[in-house]
């Protein structure tokens, strides 16, 4: 099986490569990167006008399976991905029950197997049932292929145990996922604290809920020598922090999502429960902080924290409504047009921030157009221009706060593997 | 009964308003229409029979998430001087952690054929949420920590039948300003009106915030209430202090009590207000809370002519004035 795809724009920031060429794809790798490539390949892809590039890996990703299968499951959800340009999922363990041992890898394994169209890189809980309480067994979860261990939705209150699992962890050189978020001082939080949740009366999230959480998690990582990365940064002081530490030295590493680069709590105004998510949505200074953080490389990459949630739950007063987004299949056209088109950052960072970048964290061989790489690709039309509808997504669920925006930019064509599993606005399988 | 015809703008606009749910998407006039209309309203009080027809084969619905007799009641006398059908929808929280959303219950009141709900919710924004998702007029009775906008409609109708003006006039709010409702809906309506505002109480009860939108902000009782024409007392809850936010109410009686001692500091025609219900002895002494400065009742009785002015207004948005007459 080969497939060789032609006339492209080639950007491969792995490498800095950003040149028109052919990419030939042998069996399930990356055989050859060049100008006109002569080849009798099976299938031709034209890419011209198209960019070509690595496929996106997600770092954060809710799949729901097993146990929460109404809001998405793998079927649905690595198809949203394939959809949204991305090859590699990172699937959160927070699911019913929780992925706290080598049988729920197993399970997720073997459901992936028969349903996945994309890669699903599995995260294992850091501690029994998420509960906060007893750690898992890092190492039989390490070869049965955890990538990297997180609480995420039950931050770990507890600095012992946090203490211990970054300790123990450094073992693998495998990074704990942090989701920073001092309970206390956010309990009953709606948004974030500020002028507006003052105005909308609903209850304030303080930005130190957020920070005071990265500060104590950067020195524990400090002291330990174990890999922290912080989840969807969201707050000025949080970058700050990270800053801070990697000029340090320490072994930090974060990521900021695409709401949090592209909304503020303003968003909140008409109380739709499609913007409330956790960490809540902050300020304008935060955003530019974000995106400051991106330029500089403070902020490493970007990952969607999708986290599908029935229409039914959302469609419901704020105290009510869970917390959280979908993003797959709205990234990477609402980063282009929020982010490049408007000249925050170019699109070779941008695709660095979703492809290499994640890839290096994770310890992959994936996110680079290298010749013998895996050939996980998308190819990009940047000049689409079209209105989000979460009607027409290939999740489960339509939580999406980007409802009727304008964007540009959509994959038009995913290739896992060697495979062409998405093309055209259709699922290949 | 008839509209105030200076304010024709205001009405045309209160005319296509389809619900009341805060005072800070209203304009002044507005708001003064409002008031305009309740003095109407409020002559009828001392007449033998203290009904008229207007909205006579109309509904209300009193929805009520929170419990809240004061309110409700209001509310339900306005409703029948009018001569609406009044029915009281009680809804314990409880009901509704059984799986019956917001959203069903409002469907289900809907298809009983009511024309306004009359909605009180523990959820800031609950009303916003049910007007976007039903066909009958919305009046917010109070949501969460947000807004209770016939609450600021009474209480500045309360000060503009004393004081005949608001331009100027120095009003302090004080107490729990970070979770009341009634604090916001009497900020943006007097803000727009002219009056001054400061809010004062302890810091961890204050949002400073609120100095954006002209809002004085103190946290010293005899700095803000000096030479102030209106003092509006908000009740002091128990939680409150369970929660740390300030740490006894000895404490609070100490720094922030209003006692006959503090009301000389204001200025001699001060005006004693409070939404209640009171916690004597605690945010206002015995002797203050029934002294000759406090209006307390009067603001009950303002309650029920601003009510009807409401529901009045509203149905003319609505094209329920059919059943009007001279």
């Keep these: 099986m080969s497939i060789l795809i032609q006339n492209g724009r080639v950007i491969d920031p792995a490498s800095g490569r950003d040149e028109a060429m052919d990419v030939l794809i042998?069996?399930?790798?990356?055989a050859r990167v060049a100008k006109g490539i002569q080849a009798n390949a099976d299938e031709t892809i034209d890419a011209k006008n198209k960019i070509v590039?690595?496929?996106?890996?997600?770092?954060?990703?809710?799949?729901?399976?097993p146990g929460r299968e109404d809001k998405e499951n793998i079927h649905s959800g690595t198809r949203a991905a394939a959809a949204g340009g991305f090859t590699s999922v990172c699937a959160m363990p927070n699911t019913?029950?929780?992925?706290?041992?080598?049988?729920?890898?197993?399970?997720?394994?073997?459901?992936?197997?028969?349903?996945?169209?994309?890669?699903?890189?599995?995260?294992?809980?850091?501690?029994?049932?998420?509960?906060?309480?007893?750690?898992?067994?890092?190492?039989?979860?390490?070869?049965?292929?955890?990538?990297?261990?997180?609480?995420?939705?039950?931050?770990?209150?507890?600095?012992e145990i946090m203490c211990r699992a970054l300790e123990y962890t450094s073992m693998f050189n495998v990074p704990i996922l942090d989701h920073c978020d001092n309970v206390d001082?956010?309990?009953?939080?709606?948004?974030?604290?500020?002028?507006?949740?003052?105005?909308?009366?609903?209850?304030?999230?303080p930005p130190a809920s957020e920070s005071s959480q990265v500060a104590r998690d950067i020195d524990l990582a400090q002291y330990t020598g174990g890999r922290v990365h912080i989840c969807h940064v969201s707050v000025r002081q949080s970058v700050r922090h990270v800053a801070n530490a990697k000029k340090s030295g320490v072994n930090v590493t974060c990521e900021a999502t695409p709401h949090h680069l592209t909304l503020t709590d303003a968003a909140m105004e008409g109380y739709d429960a499609n913007f409330k998510v956790n960490p809540p949505l902050g300020s304008e200074d935060d955003r530019r902080a974000l995106i400051e953080g991106l330029r500089d490389g403070t902020i490493d990459c970007i990952a969607t924290d999708h986290a599908p949630h029935t229409d039914m739950e959302k469609d419901n007063v704020m105290t009510e409504a869970?917390?959280?987004?979908?993003?797959?299949?709205?990234?990477?056209?609402?980063?282009?047009?929020?982010?490049?088109?408007?000249?925050?950052?170019?699109?070779?960072?941008?695709?660095?921030?979703?492809?290499?970048?994640?890839?290096?964290?994770?310890?992959?061989?994936?996110g680079t157009l290298a010749e013998g790489a895996d050939a996980d690709i998308v190819v990009l039309d940047l000049d689409e221009e079209y209105a989000i509808d979460p009607q027409k997504f290939f999740s489960r669920s339509h939580n999406c706060p980007f409802v009727g925006k304008q964007v540009k930019g959509r994959p038009v064509?995913?290739?896992?593997?060697?495979?062409?599993?998405?093309?055209?606005?259709?699922?290949?399988? | 009964m008839r509209v105030a015809t200076e304010t024709k703008t205001a009405a045309e606009r209160l005319v296509q308003r389809k619900h009341l749910l805060g005072l800070e998407e209203m304009t002044k006039e507005e708001i003064l229409l409002i008031l305009d209309t309740a003095k109407s309203f409020k002559e009828i009080f001392t007449r033998s029979v203290k009904k008229v027809p207007t909205l006579r084969g109309k509904t209300v619905v009193n929805l009520f998430f929170e419990n809240s007799t004061r309110t409700r009641t209001s509310f339900e006398i306005a409703a029948k001087r009018l001569s609406a059908d009044v029915v009281n929808f009680s809804v314990s929280t409880s009901s509704v952690t059984k799986g019956e959303t917001l959203l069903d219950t409002a469907r289900t009141i809907e298809a009983m054929g009511a024309d306004f709900i009359v909605m009180r919710h523990g959820t800031s924004g609950a009303p916003w949420f049910l007007s976007r998702r039903n066909r009958a007029a919305v009046i917010n009775a109070g949501d969460g920590t947000h807004e209770h906008p016939t609450q600021g409609l009474l209480d500045a109708y309360t000060i503009l039948e004393h004081k005949?003006?608001?331009?100027?006039l120095k009003v302090v709010i004080l107490g729990d300003i970070s979770h009341s409702r009634v604090a916001r809906s009497n900020i943006w309506a007097l803000t727009k009106l002219g009056a001054q505002v400061t809010i004062c109480g302890p810091r961890t009860l204050i949002p400073s915030s609120f100095a954006d939108y002209g809002v004085r902000v103190s946290y010293d009782l005899k700095e803000a209430i000096s030479d102030a024409d209106v003092i509006n007392l908000l009740r002091i809850q128990l939680e409150r202090q369970q929660r740390n936010l300030f740490p006894s109410i000895r404490e609070y009686r100490l720094l922030y009590q209003i006692n006959e001692q503090r009301l000389a500091m204001a200025k001699p025609d001060v005006l004693i207000m409070h939404p209640g219900p009171i916690n004597r002895g605690v945010e206002i002494s015995q002797e203050v809370a029934d002294?000759?400065?406090?209006?307390?009742?009067?603001?009950?009785?303002?309650?029920?002519?601003?009510?009807?002015?409401?529901?009045?207004?509203?149905?003319?948005?609505?094209?329920?004035?059919?059943?009007?007459?001279d």
């Design chain 1, 322 to 366: 869970p917390f959280g987004v979908i993003g797959l299949e709205s990234a990477f056209p609402v980063l282009y047009t929020d982010l490049v088109l408007t000249g925050e950052i170019g699109l070779n960072l941008l695709l660095e921030k979703i492809t290499i970048a994640p890839s290096r964290i994770l310890n992959l061989k994936k």
């Design chain 1, 53 to 65: 590039a690595p496929g996106f890996v997600d770092m954060h990703v809710h799949l729901r399976e």
């Design chain 2, 291 to 325: 002294g000759p400065h406090s209006v307390i009742l009067e603001q009950v009785t303002n309650g029920v002519a601003v009510r009807m002015a409401v529901l009045y207004l509203l149905a003319g948005s609505r094209g329920l004035d059919e059943a009007e007459e």
């Design chain 1, 26 to 30: 042998e069996d399930s790798k990356i």
């Design chain 1, 96 to 159: 019913t029950p929780v992925c706290d041992t080598a049988q729920g890898l197993q399970f997720l394994a073997s459901r992936a197997r028969d349903n996945a169209v994309v890669n699903i890189l599995p995260v294992a809980a850091v501690t029994v049932g998420q509960a906060g309480e007893a750690i898992v067994e890092f190492g039989d979860l390490v070869y049965y292929g955890a990538v990297a261990f997180s609480d995420d939705g039950n931050p770990i209150m507890n600095a």
């Design chain 2, 164 to 168: 005949k003006r608001f331009e100027g």
């Design chain 1, 185 to 205: 001082l956010s309990k009953d939080g709606q948004m974030r604290s500020g002028a507006n949740s003052v105005r909308l009366g609903l209850k304030g999230i």
């Design chain 1, 413 to 429: 064509a995913t290739i896992v593997g060697g495979r062409v599993v998405f093309r055209d606005g259709q699922i290949v399988t």
